[in-house]
T-cell receptor
Framework: DTEVTQTPKHLVMGMTNKKSLKCEQHMGHRAMYWYKQKAKKPPELMFVYSYEKLSINESVPSRFSPECPNSSLLNLHLHALQPEDSALYLCASSQDPTASYEQYFGPGTRLTVT | AQSVTQLGSHVSVSEGALVLLRCNYS??????LFWYVQYPNQGLQLLLKYTSAATLVKGINGFEAEFKKSETSFHLTKPSAHMSDAAEYFC???????????FGGGTRVLVKP
């Protein structure tokens, strides 16, 4: 099974709301990623977790807060977002953080900030 | 810094015709290379990967890609396009020892009946 699941599928939130995105994989992968994808653009890396520890933060604003509670789960906490943060948020996982194994992507959460 | 270039942001092909999507990478060390496909409102699905084992790589859905070091290219082909191939295609690269993907700008494929 090479499935990465993400919930919710769609999310609409106001600029003062707090919400969370959830990602789950049961492939035993030890690297997990958050990407942001705007329309007609490639995904942009936001965060990388290696062995449940944050290893890469691509200078993402603090209104995005990642969390990795265990090796199967990845959350992205959202607070005080701006309309320009509206995008498709993709989660991905790969087998080994130290090697270039392929990344498996979830279906994404379509976020709209009003 | 590593970069990936996809020539042509849009490609239109007739059903049954050859699909050719171009990808060039910029790196002093041949990287690991990947092709992903993204259908509307979905995540990315891996089509195939190059990891230095063989220069001609076969993937899913009848796609294949050839790694050419001399041309720093990794072009994707499919002999006969199907309507279901209409999607966005991304070429991506990573360092031999690393897990950051560098994506190309993407190529949208339209298949005409």
């Amino acid at each position: 099974d090479t499935e990465v699941t993400q919930t919710p599928k769609h999310l609409v939130m106001g600029m003062t709301n707090k919400k969370s995105l959830k990602c789950e994989q049961h492939m035993g992968h030890r690297a997990m990623y958050w990407y942001k994808q705007k329309a007609k653009k490639p995904p942009e890396l936001m965060f990388v977790y290696s062995y449940e520890k944050l290893s890469i933060n691509e200078s993402v604003p603090s209104r995005f807060s990642p969390e990795c509670p265990n090796s199967s789960l990845l959350n992205l906490h959202l607070h005080a977002l701006q309309p320009e943060d509206s995008a498709l948020y993709l989660c991905a996982s790969s087998q080994d953080p130290t090697a270039s194994y392929e990344q498996y992507f979830g279906p994404g959460t379509r976020l709209t900030v009003t | 810094a590593q970069s990936v270039t996809q020539l042509g942001s849009h490609v239109s092909v007739s059903e049954g015709a050859l699909v050719l999507l171009r990808c060039n990478y910029s790196s002093s060390v041949p990287p690991y290379l990947f092709w992903y496909v993204q259908y509307p409102n979905q995540g990315l699905q891996l089509l195939l990967k190059y990891t230095s084992a063989a220069t001609l790589v076969k993937g899913i859905n009848g796609f294949e890609a050839e790694f050419k070091k001399s041309e720093t290219s990794f072009h994707l082909t499919k002999p006969s396009a199907h309507m279901s191939d209409a999607a966005e295609y991304f070429c991506a690269a990573s360092k031999a020892a690393g897990n950051k993907l560098t994506f190309g700008g993407g190529t949208r494929v339209l298949v005409k009946p």
